[in-house]
């Protein structure tokens, strides 16, 4: 399919429509382009490089990153019209957020800017099995949100009360509410260590070591909410800061710090938490 997911969008857009142009701007690609890869180190590499493009770690790549930004936002200073299509996925959600907050930040007219909520489906098959008449209608367009200030504020201040105070008396944007309550619910307990990523997690182990990948495979797949969506890597990563409840085993087979060459299984104590998390779910 290509490099851009934005590109083949737009392409399609512009051939249903002759009378105005569509610009694609900037797209949640969260896997990042993939090249032909050969073994798993070169894919770990690639993908590791993509995101410290994406999370700034020095002086050099936020500068880079400020003048993408900028030429994207000077991509948009002639449109007429600006869209956001989003679902309801926590992503999504503080996407939308920080797209909009960029746009404001920059002075677009607001009456300019709009965004479109869509629904979330808790399967989605690949693109090209989907037939015409399963897709949903194109949901309504929103203007420019009034509740953005507050919730950005709140978002930025750095202190988990001013977020806990916007869930609480709400954002004005259910989807938002949702998302940052499920959010929240990510946040490990004080007196346990745990959240619901670690449940999740926990829940997916065994007592008998077994690879890694399968671990957070089982994790990704069980969700409970379609909403509370997390990546592989994001899995991963929490999986390896949970020595007291997972025991992880290098085997060896793959260099670096892939899942594939790791192995993983439930400590004494991670057997016991996984059943009180059963029995909770059974009751």
């Not at 629904?119 to 309504?140: G, K, S, T, V």
């Not at 944007?173 to 990523?197: F, K, M, V, W, Y």
């Not at 710090?257 to 029995?279: H, I, K, N, P």
Request: proline letters at 5%; aromatic letters at 8%; a negative charge.
């Amino acid at each position: 399919m290509g490099d851009s997911a934005v590109g083949h969008v737009t392409d399609f857009l512009n051939s249903q429509n002759t009378s105005a142009q569509v610009i694609g701007c900037v797209e949640d690609f969260s896997c990042g382009p993939l090249p032909g890869l050969e073994d798993m180190a070169a894919f770990a590499q690639a993908r590791s490089g993509f995101w410290k493009t994406i999370i700034p770690e020095d002086e050099a790549t936020k500068r880079h990153w400020r003048k993408f930004l900028s030429y994207k936002v000077a991509k948009l200073r002639g449109a007429q019209r600006i869209e956001i299509w989003v679902g309801q996925t926590v992503r999504e959600q503080f996407f939308l957020l920080v797209c909009l907050g960029l746009l404001a930040r920059h002075d677009f007219p607001k009456d300019r800017i709009f965004f479109r909520q869509f629904h979330q489906f808790r399967n989605i098959p690949a693109l090209f099995m989907l037939r015409p008449e399963e897709f949903a209608p194109l949901p309504d367009a929103q203007a420019f949100p009034d509740w953005l200030t507050d919730a950005l504020g709140a978002l930025t201040s750095g202190t988990a009360r001013d977020m806990d105070e916007l869930v609480a008396r709400g954002s004005g944007h259910a989807p938002l509410d949702q998302a940052l309550a499920l959010c929240l619910a990510r946040r490990p307990d004080p007196e346990t260590g745990l959240g619901s990523i670690e449940h999740r997690l926990i829940l997916a182990a065994t007592a008998e070591h077994r690879p890694a990948a399968r671990t957070v495979g089982e994790a990704m797949a069980a969700q409970g909410d379609p909403r509370d969506d997390l990546g592989d890597l994001v899995l991963w990563h929490r999986l390896r800061q949970m020595p007291d409840w997972v025991e992880i085993i290098d085997k060896g087979a793959i260099t670096g710090s892939w899942m594939r060459g790791f192995t993983a299984a439930l400590t004494e104590d991670g057997q016991r938490v996984q059943q009180q998390l059963r029995s909770q779910s059974a009751t």
